[in-house]
């Protein structure tokens, strides 16, 4: 591993992320300051830089407060959205040279969740804010059902053992939902149990990898003939793979 990655939780569910190579810091979709200052301060470290992924107020509100503290950090984020505090806009295709981590990411343009939504992927991890979490995938709130299908097929085309650092610890509700969807998925069955243990004990289930979740996460599973069979008994009239992915989101906002 190139730089540790450590785990912030912030608000009820969100995971904030600080990358940490020394005495240097990047954070990835920073919410809320205050959790982010405090580990800043009690490992010793410097902000040098903020990714965020897209314009909601749970990954970018923190931005202005660390910066306050932190005046030297670059801010990255996506071009197409407006958001307080981005000295380096973003997009597609782009890569943001993180020289305090010794490290470049490739910038993914993911629109779905918000149209100008990016993922960063790098050292073997993504980031992916909330277009692929652990066992499901990002509300469509600007986007189109094709445009989330799109990207989440370009995240899944990422190497297997690709950590997945979602914003969100949403696992075991996004497995019932998988579970109802897929119930013959052997894969899925064990995954659940070992989520619902971890949760019991009070502890994350994120990251997950690429590799996991292509094997249990019905959004990346819309070609499998259970997770055909199922979405076409709900929605009869689904027919291609894009349309059960349609009719598949709309099953899981109203589970
Ligand atoms: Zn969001
Ligand atoms: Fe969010």
């Known amino acids: 591993m190139m730089f540790d990655v450590i785990q912030i939780p912030a608000f009820q569910d969100n995971y904030i992320w600080l990358l940490r190579k020394g005495a240097a810091a990047v954070v990835v979709d920073p919410g809320d300051?205050?959790?982010?200052?405090?580990?800043?301060?009690?490992?010793?470290?410097?902000?040098?830089?903020?990714?965020?992924?897209?314009?909601?107020?749970?990954h970018q509100g923190g931005v202005a407060d660390l910066l306050e503290h932190h005046p030297a950090a670059e801010v990255f984020g996506p071009a197409a959205e407006s958001i307080a505090g981005i000295s380096k806009p973003l997009r597609g295709?782009?890569?943001?040279?993180?020289?305090?981590?010794?490290?470049?990411?490739?910038?993914?343009a993911v629109p779905g969740h918000t149209l100008g939504h990016l993922a960063y992927y790098g050292a073997a991890c993504l980031f992916c804010g909330d277009t692929l979490f652990a066992g499901g995938c990002g509300r469509l709130f600007e986007g189109t059902a094709a445009q989330m299908a799109d990207s989440l097929s370009r995240l899944a085309a990422l190497p297997?053992?690709?950590?997945?650092?979602c914003a969100h610890e949403y696992t075991q509700a996004n497995l019932r939902f998988a579970l109802a969807v897929e119930p013959g998925n052997l894969r899925l069955q064990?995954?659940?149990v070992e989520v619902a243990e971890a949760r019991a004990k009070g502890q994350?289930?994120?990251?997950?990898?690429?590799?996991?979740?292509?094997?249990?996460?019905?959004?990346?599973?819309?070609?499998?003939?259970?997770?055909?069979?199922s979405v076409r008994r709900r929605t009869p009239a689904a027919g291609d793979q894009l349309t059960i992915f349609a009719a598949l989101r709309e099953w899981k906002n109203g589970f």
């Open 33 to 58: 300051a205050r959790p982010v200052l405090a580990v800043l301060e009690r490992e010793g470290l410097s902000l040098r830089s903020i990714l965020i992924t897209h314009h909601h107020g749970d």
């Open 93 to 108: 295709g782009d890569t943001v040279q993180l020289d305090s981590l010794g490290v470049d990411l490739r910038v993914l």
């Open 204 to 229: 994350p289930t994120v990251p997950s990898t690429i590799g996991l979740e292509k094997a249990t996460n019905p959004f990346l599973r819309c070609s499998e003939p259970e997770v055909v069979a």
């Open 160 to 165: 297997d053992d690709t950590a997945v650092y």
């Open 190 to 192: 064990g995954r659940a």
